[in-house]
């Protein structure tokens, strides 16, 4: 096999880099509706326990332990592990220690590697990752965690997925999905002294705003972005998501591989020559076609910061607070005014007047080596303002580790920082660092929406040192007066270190698991059931929620995040709206506490529905409250997804007809949703008609959840898996020998031929100059179509009579006919490696079957 993203000669369309990427991860595609095969699966303890759960309720595996690394970040504590005993003695919040524990129980009973608090590689899920060489270019990165986007910044395919999805990649590798738009952002030129990488991104989110690449993939070039670092180059991959993107990638180059050479997990020798020759070829082709284009030159970027509760209300550090009475739009205006009492600001207020209480460094935005040089070249010699609490938070143990071994960590002590442990950290608040309503926060993380860092904290987000030097002076500052001391300091700082020197450890990378198939019971197509059906609901009225970029942390603030179950949520929708500050009290003014609308099952809302954060528990506290369809003029994509595996029916419409329908609601007239129909009809009016994916369609009226339609096409996994290991072996983890092999067996050659070939692949193949000695498959799926069936049932029952192998399946199903057309029946029988791997002669099997190796030296060739 080729890899699908080097050009075929003759080949017509010019692509670009997700075009590639995602051409070499098809798995199958039917109906408009993909499977993509997922190469690297981080899991943290928020997003995975009631996906774990799901795998234990129906008796699944984690199908690739070998492409999937856990670690702990959103809830331990920051503090000193000094007395650290295990997570039971030291976290004190029972909730956060209830999934921490959990996670730790789910990856000793699954399998998986899993970086725990004791480890000194644990860190925020998207700090250790690139750390370990685990992400790699031209791959599929997936977590349950919006911020993936990170790990673009190698040339991954790299983004957030809800917990639905994460049990989905966990049990069969893939996810179902549709082809995104491509979208390319430009920025030429050359930067500023002083203004960095999240100005940058800052800067371009409140250029196209935060749903500005809404159903895009980002990719990201121009000279800035070429001559930044790897570090650089994530903290603007990371924060593609808050411009609504589903993924930001920028094409590997030579700085990529020279950061990834020599990383724990990268390939090493021959594998990570062929795999540099392969990354070579990841390159936006000339020519290729961008849905979207957006083009900035450098030197309009200053050093820029948020005065909102939105990633998009951005200001240079020398501008004012804006005023809402020059918004044109009427929600833009109400939003800006709740921003803005959110806040206490006054418009027209200079950002360098705005006096701060805390500071925060820190986050999968900015927490990484580079980070805290930048911070230590501002604070060194100088003292944390009087009234200024500032805490600097490394990205992972080996961060710290290696902050301390160049010294930063004595400067940040001595300017009066706090120097904490590795974790989110007041990013979001799930542990105990947290501010006091009303504390004004300098903030190098991602987001800055009401409550994120705590009920009626206020931030302001900003780069490194805009945030070390805010620390200093007590109110937000323009770092850039502060450049010759910097200079004059840096001439003062230690070298920095190698980093290899911190990353080079091994990992004891956790073996595979027999692979546990179902007990043969003849045709065994696992059953798709369990997800609420959608058909309609009839006459009802509609709840008009007027606010556009209601993010996912309104819908459900992060201390309800705390759950290991997927109900009892309902009382957690839109909390903060919802209730007084003593939690109980319902405000009058929020419209879900209103009747008719208390009980409504159809929500109607602004632009950019469920922005933000890619927690599930959104849809399952809106689900808990009655709502079953959501109707806005745009959707984040995370969310939107997440509705779908829920049985909840989002509806995309124009702005004008929800306007329309906001009236129709305010009046409190009734409404049918009629998903059968798609429109919405109502008394006296024309049907509204609405658009949804055909297959999404077909799930929600029968009900069908997708890891059972999913795991229909295992035998397209299968043989997808099996030349990913001959073509990219580098991405098997280092102990996973081929589990599963597949011999497709045709009228060409006698069956006796067919069981030597198989047995070669029980025995293991030994190495050509193509491909490294491969482990022996501990299965083996013997297919055959038509004539050829006949042959495959002989196969098989010689495996089993000589003793090689014993038959586990035999499924049979219909399959499109390659010649004649039409539907042609096909049988995949599995069977399973008995005795030990023995010598035996060498065979190849080839596309259309398989065929003798003439000097026991050929390799395999899919
Ligand atoms: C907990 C997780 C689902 C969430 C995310 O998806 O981003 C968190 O990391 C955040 O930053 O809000
Ligand atoms: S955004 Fe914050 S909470 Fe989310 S993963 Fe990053 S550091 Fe953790």
């Known amino acids: 096999m080729a890899p699908n993203s080097v050009r075929y000669e003759g080949e017509a369309h ?32 928020v997003t995975s326990p009631q996906a774990f759960e799901g795998l234990r309720m129906s008796s699944r595996e984690v199908r690739r332990t070998d492409c999937t690394l856990a670690t702990v970040d959103h809830n331990i504590p920051t503090s000193s592990r000094k007395n650290f005993k295990d997570t039971k003695s030291f976290i004190a919040e029972a909730d956060s220690r209830t999934q921490v524990v959990t996670l730790e129980q789910n990856v000793q009973e699954f399998g998986l590697t899993y970086f725990g608090m004791e480890d000194k590689r644990q860190g925020i899920v998207h700090v250790i990752g690139p750390e370990q060489g685990f992400t790699l270019p031209g791959t599929t990165v997936v977590c349950g965690d919006s911020h993936t986007s990170t790990h673009g910044a190698f040339g991954a395919l790299a983004f957030g997925i809800g917990t639905s999805e994460v049990e989905h990649v966990l049990a069969t590798q893939t996810l179902l999905m549709k082809k995104a738009k491509n979208m390319r ?17 800052l800067h371009i989110i409140g250029i196209i705003g935060t749903a500005g690449g809404t159903g ?25 998501i808050e411009a609504g993107a589903r993924a930001g990638m920028v094409a590997p180059d030579e700085t990529t591989f020279n950061y990834l050479k020599g990383r724990p997990l990268c390939p090493k020798g021959k594998d990570w020559d062929k795999a540099v020759e392969y990354w070579k070829s990841l390159r936006t082709d000339k020519g290729a076609k961008f849905d979207k284009d957006i083009h900035i030159d450098a030197a309009d970027i200053a ?10 209300d951005v200001v240079p550090i020398t501008g004012i607070v804006p005023d809402p009475s020059q918004a044109t739009d009427e929600t833009k205006r109400t939003g800006m005014l709740r921003a803005l009492q959110y806040m206490g600001l006054e418009p027209g207020t200079k950002m360098q007047d705005i006096t701060i209480q805390k500071v925060f460094i820190g ?25 200024v609490e500032a805490m600097i938070v490394p990205g992972s143990g080996l961060v710290k580790k290696q902050a301390e071994a160049e010294g930063l960590d004595k400067i940040f002590t001595e300017a009066g920082f706090d120097w904490r ?5 007041m990013c979001l608040g799930m542990n105990p660092d947290r501010l006091k309503p009303q504390e004004r926060c300098a903030a190098t993380s991602n987001r800055n929406f009401e409550g994120r860092q705590g009920p009626q904290g206020r931030t302001h987000l900003m780069s490194p040192a805009m945030a070390a030097a805010a620390a200093i002076a007590g109110k937000l500052k323009d770092v850039r007066e502060l450049l010759p001391e910097m200079q004059a300091t840096n001439g003062k700082m230690a070298e920095p270190t190698k980093s290899m020197d911190f990353y080079s450890e091994p990992i004891d990378w956790t073996a595979p698991k027999e692979v546990q198939e179902p007990p043969s019971e003849g045709v065994a197509a696992p059953t798709s059931a369990g997800m609420p059906q959608f058909t309609s609901l009839d006459d009802v009225v509609a709840c008009p929620l007027k606010k556009a970029n209601v993010d996912t942390d309104c819908i459900i603030p992060k201390q309800f995040l705390k759950t290991i179950q997927r109900t009892g949520l309902g009382k957690a929708a839109f909390f903060e709206l919802r209730y007084e500050d003593d939690g109980v009290t319902e405000r009058q003014d929020f419209v879900l506490n209103q009747e008719p609308y208390r009980s409504a099952s159809v929500l109607i809302a602004g632009d950019n529905f469920g922005c933000g954060s890619s927690r599930e528990h959104a849809p399952w506290a809106l689900n808990d409250q009655g709502i079953r369809c959501i109707i806005a003029p745009s959707f984040a994509d995370i969310f939107f997804n997440n509705c779908f595996k829920n049985g909840m029916l989002p509806i995309a419409i124009t702005k004008d007809i929800v306007e329309e329908l906001w009236t129709h609601a305010e009046a409190k007239k ?23 994916d055909p297959f999404r369609r077909h799930c929600l009226l029968n009900g069908l959840d997708d890891i059972g339609l999913t795991l229909q096409k295992a035998e397209h996994i299968d043989s997808f898996e099996a030349r990913r290991s001959s073509t990219f072996p580098w991405l098997d983890g280092p102990r996973y020998s081929r589990m599963k092999a597949e011999v497709r067996i045709s009228t060409a050659k006698s069956s006796s031929f067919y069981t030597r070939v198989a047995k070669g692949f029980l025995g293991g193949l030994p190495a050509s100059d193509d491909r490294p000695e491969r482990p022996p498959a501990a299965q083996l799926i013997l297919s055959a179509t038509g004539n050829a069936i006949e042959r495959a049932v002989r196969v098989a029952q010689d495996l089993k009579e000589e003793g090689d192998a014993e038959i586990i399946r035999i499924r049979t199903q219909t399959v499109a006919g390659s010649n004649q057309g039409g539907q042609v029946p096909q049988v995949l029988i599995t069977v399973k490696a008995k005795s030990k791997p023995h010598a035996v002669p060498v065979m190849v099997a080839s596309k259309g079957g398989a ?12």
């Not at 050359?190 to 960095?196: F, Y």
């Not at 070429?226 to 990371?238: D, F, G, K, L, Q």
């Not at 009734?670 to 949804?692: H, M, P, S, W, Y």
Request: hydrophobic share 35%; charged share 30%.
């Open 14 to 45: 010019p692509r670009t880099l997700y075009d590639k990427i995602w051409a070499d991860h098809l798995v199958h595609e039917a109906d408009g509706v993909s499977l993509i095969y997922i190469d690297r699966h981080l899991v943290h303890e």
């Open 185 to 201: 952002i430009k920025v030429s030129g050359k930067l500023a002294e002083g203004v960095t990488s999240k100005d940058v991104i």
């Open 216 to 240: 895009c993939v980002v990719e990201f070039c121009g000279d800035v972005f070429e001559n930044m670092s790897m570090e650089a180059r994530m903290s603007v991959c990371n924060m593609t």
């Open 303 to 312: 050093p820029t910061v948020t005065w909102g509760t939105s990633p998009e």
């Open 363 to 387: 986050s999968c935005t900015n927490s990484r080596i580079e980070d805290m040089r930048s911070v230590a070249s501002v604070v060194k010699g100088k003292k944390v303002s009087s009234g």
């Open 421 to 425: 442990e590795p974790g989110c950290s």
């Open 670 to 692: 009734k409404l049918t949703v009629d998903l059968t129909k798609q429109e919405i009809r109502r008394e006296g009016c024309e049907a509204i008609l609405f658009e949804v």
């Open 851 to 862: 065929k003798e190796g003439s000097n026991g030296k050929q390799g395999t060739d899919w």
